[in-house]
């Protein structure tokens, strides 16, 4: 069982734009091109920062028409927010707020022998490193840049608390890097 970051990145290192949006990484392929289905049949247990469940419901058709389902995790999600957010009707979400170590906790007890994905956003992923939590990130990045942004992970990593695993190529819009992070060192 691993925490893991599984996230798709701009060239110059941004998951979103300033505004939030997503829409720069829809055009770079397909998630079935990717190591997307095999990584989600993984996962038992989600989290997500509030402006990423925000995009969700900001988008709940697009997401709908994509996948069936305006929520298309089966899993249960924690979604970390100090705003009082609406539910997704049928979704399995629990809303928290302060130390992810509780939340974390939870999580694993759910997830059983399956990885906690953490979908997104930087600086949620940044407190599970900080608690020393965080196992794997998993890179997928996109031949565009955006300027400006959210960006990937605000957090200063010095070498060696990253180790790469693999670097594969995913179409020619994609590659994707797998990086263990190393307990122990900040």
């Not at 925490?3 to 829809?26: P, V």
């Not at 079935?32 to 920062?49: H, K, Q, R, T």
């Not at 402006?51 to 069936?68: D, F, I, K, S």
């Not at 957010?85 to 928290?96: H, K, Q, T």
Request: aromatic share 10%; hydrophobic share 45%.
């Amino acid at each position: 069982m691993k925490t893991i970051y599984y996230a798709a990145t701009s060239l110059d290192g941004f998951i979103a734009t300033e505004d939030d949006s997503l829409d720069w990484l829809f055009s770079l392929g397909s998630l079935n091109d990717s190591s997307y289905p095999e990584f989600i049949a993984g996962v038992g247990a989600l989290a997500m920062g509030s402006a990423t469940y925000e995009w969700m419901l900001r988008n709940a058709e697009n997401v709908a028409a994509q996948t069936g389902s305006a929520w298309p995790y089966t899993q249960p999600a924690w979604i970390f927010s100090t705003r009082k957010l609406p539910a997704i009707a049928g979704a399995d979400i629990r809303f928290v707020s302060g130390d992810v170590r509780q939340a974390h906790a939870e999580m694993r007890a759910a997830a059983g022998a399956s990885n906690i994905w953490i979908v997104g956003g930087g600086d949620l992923v940044g407190q599970f490193y900080d608690c020393g939590l965080l196992d794997q990130l998993i890179i997928q990045i996109g031949s565009c840049t955006l300027g400006a942004g959210k960006p990937l992970l605000p957090r200063q990593l010095l070498s060696p608390a990253l180790q790469l695993r693999s670097v594969r190529q995913m179409g020619s819009a994609m590659a994707e890097l797998r990086y263990d992070v190393q307990k122990g060192e900040k």
